[in-house]
Nanobody, 132 residues
Framework: QVQLVESGGGLAQPGGSLRLSCTMS????????LGWYRQAPGKECELVAA????????NYANSVKDRFTISRDNAVHTVYLQMNSLKPEDTAVYYC?????????????????????????WGQGTQVTVSS
């Protein structure tokens, strides 16, 4: 059974930085594309960033381009999200997502398993709050 465990959330001031980590167990990490979604209260689940299984390609939501960086270390089965120049509107619960297909669904109602994807896994979420 695949498990994803996130860490690194917390409180940051506007303009500050945080780094999220997500470690996967239970299957071959290098065969999965990985992504970070977020969901703020009253809003849809939004794709923030994704990276292919080889790490050769990344994509970002326009709202975080040039501020956030997704990366992966296959040796330690971990994906990272480096968040710089944080804004109050970045406040949300951030979820790690792993899928054997490319992660390219920009929005969905909730940050849960996509029913049309068999090997689609989610972490429990980590809160990020940006406030002065």
């Amino acid at each position: 059974q695949v498990q994803l465990v996130e860490s690194g959330g917390g409180l940051a001031q506007p303009g500050g930085s945080l780094r999220l980590s997500c470690t996967m167990s239970g299957d071959t990490f290098s065969t999965y594309a990985l992504g970070w979604y977020r969901q703020a209260p009253g809003k849809e689940c939004e794709l923030v960033a994704a990276i292919t299984s080889t790490g050769g390609r990344t994509n970002y939501a326009n709202s975080v381009k040039d501020r956030f960086t997704i990366s992966r270390d296959n040796a330690v089965h971990t994906v990272y999200l480096q968040m710089n120049s944080l804004k109050p509107e970045d406040t949300a619960v951030y979820y790690c997502n792993a899928d054997t297909f490319p992660i390219d669904t920009p929005n969905q109602a909730e940050c849960v398993k996509k029913p049309w994807r068999r090997y689609d896994y989610w972490g429990q979420g980590t809160q990020v709050t940006v406030s002065s």
